[in-house]
């Protein structure tokens, strides 16, 4: 798992990005949602990079200058943005979007906030949303995590690492209690045309694969889907058995077909873990990249 870090929260330019204690509290927080939850890397734009990277060398100690590289080194990526419709802005008369909160909306994603000022150090961040430079009237809320809240979240939080003994060929959803918190937040989809139900399901769908450990595969997704029919399918990245099995959404029902590493049906399974069908051969999954 991924998240974006508040772009906004790394203050002003003019000043140094973090000092000692700052860095300190910085790196307990990953580490904490690194072995609870799985967080891989924290996605950060690419100029502002190299500016974190070399304030790294402002620090006066040997050993913490060493242990911030290491730190940078094993957490931090580049993101590519892509270009989108709608962006996110921190103020109404802001002029100059945050690409990495944009993410996080369209990916309806928590971000991370340094919290060394104060301004930050909040559950929920309200921003706008422009479409072409033009300001929406919808104001928006992106959950924000910081040193002094994540366990607040610790129920919506999405995403999760399996123990090592947890196979997704016999287990693809395994973390039943906080599944179970999040169906019990669902609507009921009764009565939605089909539209209106792939929607829903395409967004729980995603949530409850990153609950369980599993990472969208993007490319396979495209692979699969037509015209006529749509996949979403994850492979097991938070598993240790992480190449032999990938799950796709049952886009008629609250459920996932789970394939193994050659994309064969094994069967289907509800969002709470039960086997519900048998394999099926029509419900197989092309591998080839």
Known sequence: MKLPLNDWSVGNRTAPFLGVEAWDNFIKLIKILNN??????????????SVLYGEIYTINFKEKQLSYKNFYNKHFEKCVIEDSVEKVYQKPNGKIPSDLLTIAYKNEEPVISVTFDETFVCDWLNAYLFSDGVKSEKMIKILNLHF??????????????????VNPLDTPIWNIERTQKYIETLPSIEGLDRGERKAHLLNEGKRVALINGWEEDVTL???NSTNEKMRCIFRPSGFRHNDCAYLSIDFEKRAFELHN????????????????QSAKLNHDIRIKR
């Open 36 to 49: 609870e939850y799985g967080l891989k890397k924290i996605l950060f734009p690419g100029e502002l990079l």
């Open 148 to 165: 002094g809240n994540y366990q607040k979240y610790d129920n919506i939080l999405l995403f999760g690492r399996p123990s090592d003994d």
């Open 221 to 223: 997704s495209k692979i």
């Open 261 to 276: 590493h050659s994309g064969k049906h094994l069967g289907e399974y509800s969002y709470s873990g039960q086997k519900n």
